[in-house]
């Protein structure tokens, strides 16, 4: 029996292919096909500034129902971009996505991009050591390249297309909570917990948190989310650094050990001044396990040996 050909995504697929030689033929050597099958593919962005030059890498996956029915997947490579820098312009792609629904939209992300990193190279502010920016304070990463497309990564955010196509949903701003800090030579951290069930209310309770100008203002804000998907039977999980290396994927990691769900955990940490080498992914978890056990995801030390002892004395009773 022959395939069945979708009218409309033969009209996208050759919307897609006008697009891509448009962009190729604009932007020449800075736009590369990655993987043509796939339709992925990703453009070096260079603010081209004399004061400090910032450059960024957008990654793209073009779904079979992109222009007429879905946005772009993207990622964006930037050592310098963290925290609320990263979702303001992840707020204007979703916007000029939202404004021109149903059109190709590449070319005005890649422009938006562009022109923010313009204005960051113009700011008041110290000029930025490219390639420097993500080093904790704990550490003087090797100088790695930041613009070599991690297609995992990437292909895991098809996942989350909905942070865009959720826009028309009228979901309330989960609740959020607030736990207790801990101070360790003069270093702060301080752990936030909201029950979440979609990507798109992940979004909202990071929005939510980044207008307290104290968190906003804080060195790293790592995160990672754990959402059950019913229907799938498997996890929508996902975790940031904020320039923290490796302070997210062990936050998520202690997540899966809990095996708790339908939960969001971000730990902010203030830098002090004093390096505090391991320590630090010690407090990060410790923050995130007290809030769990505090909002109820998890049993107590206390509850959980207790129950551990009903367990070892009604196995005691039964062997006797």
């Given amino acids: 029996m022959a395939d069945i050909i979708n009218p409309e995504n033969e009209e996208d697929l050759q919307a897609q292919i006008e697009e891509v030689e448009a962009l190729s033929s604009i932007y020449g050597d800075e736009w590369c096909v990655i993987d043509e099958a796939s339709r992925i593919f990703c453009i070096k962005i260079s603010s081209d500034a004399e004061k ?27 050592a310098w971009l963290r925290g ?48 420097k920016v993500n080093v904790t304070a704990e550490e003087d990463v ?16 098809v996942e989350k297309t909905h942070f865009f196509l959720d ?14 800090p801990i101070t360790d030579r003069r270093s702060t951290f301080q752990p936030h917990l909201a029950p979440v069930v979609t990507p798109r209310q992940v979004k909202m ?9 104290k968190i906003a203002s ?38 899966q050990i809990l095996d708790v769900r339908d939960v969001m955990v971000v730990v902010s940490r203030w830098y002090g001044g004093i390096l505090l080498g ?13 809030i769990l056990m505090d909002e109820g995801y998890v049993a107590s030390t206390d509850e959980a040996c207790k129950s551990g002892a009903k367990t070892k004395r009604s196995k005691s009773k039964k062997t006797k």
């Avoid at 190709?104 to 562009?114: F, G, K, N, T």
């Avoid at 826009?167 to 207790?180: F, L, R, T, V």
């Fill in 167 to 180: 826009q028309a949903n009228d979901e309330e701003i989960p609740p959020i909570k607030h736990g207790s």
């Fill in 278 to 290: 391991p320590d630090r992914f010690k407090h990060i978890n410790n923050c995130a396990r007290n």
């Fill in 84 to 131: 609320s820098e990263r979702a303001k312009l992840a707020n204007s792609l979703e916007d000029i996505y939202v404004e021109h629904a149903g059109e190709s939209i590449l070319y005005l992300w890649v422009e938006r991009i562009r022109d923010f990193l313009v204005e960051k190279s113009h700011s008041s502010g110290p000029v930025i050591q490219e390639g």
């Fill in 52 to 78: 400090q030059k910032l450059t960024a890498c957008l990654q793209i996956i073009l779904p079979p129902d992109y222009p007429s029915a879905a946005p772009p997947i993207y990622q964006i490579n930037a």
């Fill in 142 to 157: 090797e100088d790695d390249d930041e613009d070599v497309p991690d297609l995992r990564v990437l292909k895991d955010t």
């Fill in 218 to 255: 804080a060195t790293h804000n790592i995160y990672a989310y754990r959402i059950y998907c019913e229907d799938k039977h498997s996890f929508l999980q996902d975790c940031e650094d904020d320039g923290e290396t490796a302070a997210g994927g062990r936050l998520l990691h202690l997540l």
């Fill in 205 to 213: 309770v990071l929005e939510k948190l980044y207008e307290n100008k």
